[in-house]
Nanobody, 126 residues
């Protein structure tokens, strides 16, 4: 069992930056692919980014490439999402997810991760 707790959301002006954190419980953190999804009001949840269990591979949605960076720190059981050059369209609830390791983190990228956090809200004002 893995519990995920997101933090770091808030209100920021367009062009600004935020760093989200996802703290995972359990000693098997290093065994999971990790990822972030987001859901804007009235829209479906969408994939943002994923990282493989060993940090060797990352995958980004086209809408965030070059602006967002995912990383993981095994010593802290934490995954980070650094978000730069934020746009109003990045406004959403952001969710952390963990899933069994697969080639190219496909399980997580498809939204099929077994574990999800409760979400953290990001609001980007224009």
């Amino acid at each position: 069992q893995v519990q995920l707790v997101e933090s770091g959301g808030g209100l920021v002006q367009a062009g600004g930056s935020l760093r989200l954190s996802c703290a995972a419980s359990g000693r098997t953190f290093g065994s999971y692919d990790m990822g972030w999804f987001r859901q804007a009001s009235g829209k479906e949840r969408e994939f943002v980014v994923a990282i493989t269990w060993n940090g060797g591979s990352t995958h980004y949605a086209d809408s965030v490439k070059g602006r967002f960076t995912i990383s993981r720190d095994g010593s802290k059981n934490t995954v980070y999402l650094q978000m730069n050059s934020l746009k109003p369209e990045d406004t959403a609830d952001y969710y952390c997810t963990a899933g069994a390791p697969t080639s190219l983190a496909l399980t997580v990228r498809r939204g099929a991760g077994a574990y999800w956090g409760q979400g953290t809200q990001v609001t980007v004002s224009s």
